[in-house]
């Protein structure tokens, strides 16, 4: 070999604490091998048979054999056979001379062997192949071993990624919880703004005489009618609010002045008539869960024609929610005395809200709305067979509110929906005794209680 070759032997790398195994039967055989090895940077050790090489390895951890194909007993293809099959990272090259052919062939097909050298060999290119062979089973190694790592890196990551997916499942599920339980929160808040909107009108009425407490049968009205509009829910508890505080900018008046019919006022009382549908949006302005509800009060009192204020609108500039409470104040209070002297029946009340359609009120609305009152009783709650009248006493908790329960004053007491327990039948009961003598609270409940209680579940 050339010297060029003898460099890049020099030049492979190696690891330390290497051992290569000679196996021949020849004492100067092995010795020369020995020669040329002993400035290599591995161990030598050697065998003078197949069976001795067997026994050494049974004991001693080898890296590489070089084995003489001629010997007596076990040759050299049977021995390295032998080998690849009890401990295959051992490399194998077989020492053969050109006449032993088919020795080399068994050796390659049995033993796998790494590469074969003719004898007599030369030198530089014995080194070269055994350093060669090392670093080929150590490059290997390596590779097994990052095979290895990656596999067992695999398995973490899959591990990791199963239980990351574990953390995300279950944190998604406890946001949707937390959002569940938000929306849930949000839908008893925006209910309680209704509710509190009902209370802080039924105190509005209380200024009034009996027959003037219209809030709840407008609040009633709006509430059946609109159900026929196929309103959203956003929309529907606006329009809700705005029918509960329809009259607030009336609060300011003089009790004259509430108890007055619209026909009949003076122009100084018709001036301050016409800015309260204003003055009830200025005192909404302050809460921001209101403003749709104050936009629908403002322009309760437009007309279809344009001629209404305070802003002139006209036709489909009218938001619906105010053409609708529109329509319920007037037919409410037509019946109340509220609009002229005279106290009109149900009857010539639809007559005269039907004659101001396309004047007052949009016609397709208004003949809608007349056709509502002339099939139910609009001012009262749908019958339903799953309700059923109570009397206080016999009230027990548990019980679901059918109807708002309003006091004799008209002052509302409880609205529909409220969940009966022993301290508000209590409270029922003690108001009922503080009222006239005679007056009996009439309760109407669902006798389906698991069906009708929004708070079940």
């Known amino acids: 070999m050339t010297d060029v070759s003898g460099a890049a032997a020099q030049n492979l790398e190696l690891p330390s604490n290497l051992r290569v195994l000679l196996v021949d039967d020849e004492e100067n055989v092995l010795r020369s091998l020995q020669r040329t090895l002993r400035q290599e940077p591995y161990e030598v050790v050697t065998a003078k048979s197949g069976d001795a090489a067997i026994a050494l390895l049974e004991k001693e951890r080898v890296d590489l054999i070089i084995s003489d194909a001629r010997m007596p007993g076990m040759d050299g293809p049977t021995l390295l056979s032998a080998a690849r099959r009890r401990w295959p990272w051992i490399i194998r090259i077989l020492l053969t001379g050109y006449a032993n052919i088919s020795s080399t062939i068994q050796a390659i097909n049995d033993g796998k062997i790494f590469q074969y050298i003719s004898k007599p060999w030369d030198d530089d290119e014995l080194r070269l192949v055994i350093r060669q062979a090392l670093a080929f089973q150590f490059s290997e190694r390596r590779r097994l071993a990052l095979v290895k790592v ?66 709840s049968e407008v609040s009633a009205l709006v509430k059946s009618f609109a159900s026929t509009l196929s309103l959203s829910p956003d929309a529907m508890r606006d329009l809700e609010m705005a029918a509960a505080l329809h009259n607030l900018g009336k609060m300011a008046w003089p009790d004259d002045m509430l108890r007055t019919p619209s026909d009949s006022l003076s122009k100084e009382q018709e001036k301050l008539f016409k800015r309260y549908p204003e003055a009830g949006e200025q005192l909404l302005m302050a809460l921001d869960p209101l403003q749709e509800a104050a936009t629908l009060i403002r322009h309760h009192r437009e007309r279809w024609d344009g001629r209404g204020y305070p802003d002139g609108l006209k036709g489909d500039e009218i938001p619906l929610g105010s053409r609708v409470i529109r329509l319920a104040v007037d037919f409410v209070e037509l019946q ?10 149900r009857d010539e009340a639809i007559k005269v809200i039907r004659r101001q359609k396309s004047l007052l009120y949009p016609p397709d609305l208004c003949e809608a709305f007349a056709r509502f009152l002339e099939h139910s009783e609009a001012d009262q709650e749908p019958s339903d067979s799953s309700v059923e009248t109570v009397f206080t006493h016999a009230l027990k908790p548990g019980m679901v509110l059918a109807r708002d329960l309003h006091a004799a004053s008209g002052m ?46």
């Open 150 to 215: 990656t596999r067992q890196q695999n398995e973490e990551l899959k591990t990791l990624n199963q239980s990351l997916e574990e953390k995300v499942a279950a944190r998604t599920e406890e946001l949707r919880q937390t959002a569940d339980m938000l929306d849930a929160t949000l839908t008893e808040l925006r209910k309680s703004y209704v509710t509190t909107t009902e209370v802080f009108a039924s105190l509005f009425n209380q200024r009034l005489p009996p027959n003037l407490q219209t809030h």
């Open 336 to 345: 109340a005395g509220m609009v002229v002297r005279r106290i009109l029946a």
């Open 412 to 457: 509302l007491l409880l609205n529909k929906g409220k969940v009966l327990s022993d301290r508000l039948i209590e409270k029922l009961i003690s108001f009922e005794a503080g009222e006239p003598e005679g007056t009996r609270y009439t309760v109407f409940v669902f006798t389906d209680t698991d069906e009708k209680n929004p708070e079940a579940g």
